[in-house]
């Protein structure tokens, strides 16, 4: 049964940039988006939600491990995996301790990616992420835990919740948050500052940070 995943695809070799568009489009549902350049891959990184990355390292103007840095600052829990024409030992090294999931090495079998990317996914990923003093947000239920009792969220709120607790301690914009929130909805009837209010008030901490012209953030208070 196919599943619905929205995965960013970042390789200049064309040939293969097609195989994984035709692999990920038959085995998933969701869009598919796919880049050659670094520079393409930074502005859909910006402007979109993604389940799962895949960052060729060596890929023009950006490469895939400054590419895998930019990521993490902003999300530190979507996989990624890391696609290698060599195996030299910096480059391994420096991808695993700035965050990347999985690699593979040029050249693969799909079937070996498709093995990689169903134990990625199915992998139990950490289950809670520590936010403040006894508070912290279930990645599995999508709700914040304060003092072992689970606060309960309606369906936007828990959308909005996990939107910004992907991206911990980094603004996201306010059109990236109604596009994942609304889900195409028309939203006019209930404003972005009203849900941002009633989360506000269900959670013991002021985390949520607002600035103006750039966005609101899930703020960490642990250190």
Known sequence: MKTSLKVLIVEDNMQLNMALIEFFSLK?????????TGMKAIHHIDTNIFDLYLLDINIPEINGLELLEYIRKKDITTPIIMITASLEIENFTFAFEKGCNEYIKK??????????????????????????????????HESFIYKDKTIHLRYKEKRLSNL??????TYVNVDVIHDYVWEGEIRESYPLRQLIAELRKKLPFNIIKSQMKVGYMIASLID
């Open 28 to 36: 998933y549902f969701d869009s598919i988006v796919s880049v050659t």
């Open 164 to 169: 910004l607790i992907k991206n911990l301690n």
């Open 107 to 140: 050249p693969f079998h799909l079937k070996e990616l498709d093995v990689r990317v169903d134990n990625l996914l199915n992998k139990k990923q950490p289950k809670r992420v520590n936010i403040a003093y006894q508070l912290q947000y279930d990645l599995l």
